[in-house]
C-alpha cells in the first residue's frame, strides 16, 4: 500500500532493539542442533520451531516472556553464532528502511554461562562491520546490565577489563538497564551509573514499561539516563511528562512489545497521541521482535493504523530519532 511504502521510506533510526531478541526459533533451532545443546524437554513448546512461535503469542507477562528470552540464548555458543543472530536482525532493518541502528545486548546472560565477553563482542562487532559495509546501517552498540541480579554483580561485570577496554576504545557507546522491572528500581544502579557518567559513556535505562511513573523519576535522577526505554508509564504523571517534555528526553517506545506483554490492552492505548499532545519526543522500535511478532516497520504500520498520524507527525518522529541518536553530528546531518 502507498503508507506501507511511505513508512518504509521513513528515515528510521531503532534505538530500542535487543540483539538477542532478534533470536527467531528457525535459527534457535539450528543453533541447537549444530552446538548440540538440549532444549528443555518438561516444555512442549520446545517441541518444535512452530510449537515455540505458537508458544511466543500467549505471553502473559514481561517475566514470562524474559523465562524463554534466556532459555533462547543457551544456544548461541560461538563468535559466528553472534554474528549471525545480529546480520539477521540487520537484513530485516534494512528492508524495513532503518539508517542508523542502537543496538542492545546482555553480556552479564552470556558470561554467566561461560562463554567470554569477546566470543560475544566479536560477532556482534564483525555483523556491525558487515551492516555497513553491504547495507549503509550505521550502528552503535550498548551493554545492558540485568536488573533481576544484584547491583554488586553488575558493578563488577562493568569494571570487567575487557568490558572496559569496549568502551575506552569506543567499541561500546553507552550502557542500559533491562530484564525484570518490578522489584528492581532504579535507583539500586546508582554507583554504576555514576561511574558510566564520569567515564563519559552514554546512559538509558528501561523505566516505566511494567513499573511505575516513579521509576522513569527515580532514572532520571538517580542515574543521569539521557533516554528513557519504554516510559509508556509516564502518562500516569502529569507534572513529570511536562518536565520531561520541556528537558526534551527521547522515549523509545516498543508497541507491540507492549501489547504482547500485556502492558497495555491494545495498540490504541499505546500513548502515543498523549505523548504528540504533551511534545514528548519518542522513537518507535521492536524490542524483541523474534519474539513478539514483527519488526520496525510492523510497528509504525500497528501504530499509523491505530492512530492515523499525519506525514508531517511521521516525519516529526523520525527527525526526533535522528536527533536523540547516539551518533556523530555528521551522521545526523546526512540522516535530516
Ligand atoms: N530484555 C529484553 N527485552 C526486554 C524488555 N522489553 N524489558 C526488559 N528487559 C528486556
Ligand atoms: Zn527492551
Given at each position: ?140 552498540l550498548?551493554t ?22 569496549s568502551y575506552?576504545?569506543?567499541v561500546i557507546t ?163
Amino acid at each position: 500500500s502507498p503508507l506501507h511504502d511511505f513508512l518504509q521510506r521513513l528515515p528510521k533510526c531503532e534505538h530500542h532493539l535487543h540483539l538477542e531478541g532478534a533470536l527467531s526459533p528457525t535459527l534457535l533451532f539450528d543453533l541447537a542442533k549444530r552446538n548440540r545443546i538440549t532444549l528443555p524437554t518438561d516444555d512442549e513448546a520446545f517441541g518444535s520451531p512452530d510449537k515455540l512461535h505458537t508458544r511466543y503469542g500467549r505471553f502473559t507477562s514481561l517475566n514470562d516472556f524474559l523465562h524463554y528470552y534466556y532459555i533462547g540464548m543457551s544456544v548461541l555458543i560461538h563468535s559466528h553464532d553472534f554474528e549471525s543472530l545480529a546480520w539477521d536482525y540487520f537484513q530485516h532493518a534494512a528492508v524495513d528502511g532503518v539508517h542508523h541502528a542502537e543496538v542492545f545486548f546482555d553480556p552479564q546472560a552470556h558470561i554467566a554461562r561461560g562463554i567470554p565477553y569477546t566470543t560475544v563482542l566479536d560477532g556482534f562487532q564483525a555483523a556491525c562491520q558487515r551492516a555497513e559495509r553491504e547495507l549503509g546501517i550505521t550502528t552503535e552498540l550498548i551493554t545492558c546490565f540485568l536488573r533481576h541480579l544484584p547491583a554488586a554483580d553488575c558493578l563488577a561485570t562493568f569494571e570487567l577489563e575487557h568490558v572496559q577496554d569496549s568502551y575506552q576504545s569506543g567499541v561500546i557507546t553507552g550502557i542500559g538497564l533491562d530484564s525484570s522491572e518490578l522489584g528492581f528500581p532504579p535507583q539500586l544502579f546508582e554507583e554504576m551509573y555514576g561511574k558510566a557518567s564520569e567515564q563519559g559513556l552514554r546512559r538509558t535505562a528501561h523505566a516505566g514499561e511494567e513499573g511505575p511513573a516513579s521509576f522513569i523519576s527515580s532514572a532520571l535522577d538517580t542515574l543521569g539516563i539521557e533516554r528513557i526505554d519504554h516510559g509508556i508509564r509516564l502518562v500516569e504523571d502529569a507534572e513529570l511528562m511536562a518536565k520531561v517534555a520541556a528537558q526534551g528526553t527521547l522515549l523509545t517506545v516498543c508497541p507491540l512489545s507492549n501489547v504482547v506483554l500485556r502492558c497495555v490492552p491494545e495498540i490504541k492505548d499505546v500513548p502515543i497521541r498523549k505523548f504528540l499532545d504533551a511534545g514528548i519526543k519518542f522513537s518507535i522500535n521492536s524490542d524483541d521482535p523474534a519474539y513478539f511478532g514483527g519488526y520496525i516497520l510492523d510497528n509504525y504500520c500497528r501504530v499509523h493504523e491505530a492512530f492515523e498520524l499525519h506525514v508531517n507527525e511521521w516525519e516529526g518522529i523520525c527527525r526526533a530519532g535522528i536527533e536523540g541518536s547516539w551518533c556523530g553530528q555528521e551522521r545526523k546531518t546526512q540522516m535530516l
